[in-house]
């Protein structure tokens, strides 16, 4: 779906990312948890290239905060894309 709204490739990309992030902040955090956590899928999505060590970094800044900035960052992401 983002192929048909987000010509840019690099931020379709970005959009892709975040949802995939989304979705293992949000399982990690129902489990009472982080993505930093060993248990759960931070640093394997970082191996993957999903996600970057200085954005887990700032999304642990403030505890529960994770799925919301995968949230924003899909916000900015496909707002600027329909500039």
Excluded at 14 to 38: M, P, S, Y
Excluded at 43 to 63: A, D, Y
């Amino acid at each position: 779906q983002s192929q048909s709204w987000i010509k840019n490739r690099e931020k379709r990309e970005r959009f892709q990312n975040a949802v995939i992030t989304f979705a293992w902040a949000c399982k990690a955090q129902l489990r009472g948890r982080g993505l930093h956590d060993e248990v759960e899928e931070g640093k394997k999505l970082i191996r993957r290239g999903v996600l970057f060590e200085k954005e887990l970094e700032v999304m642990l800044s403030e505890p529960g905060w994770q799925p919301y900035y995968c949230l924003d960052v899909m916000r900015c992401v496909f707002t600027d894309s329909m500039q």
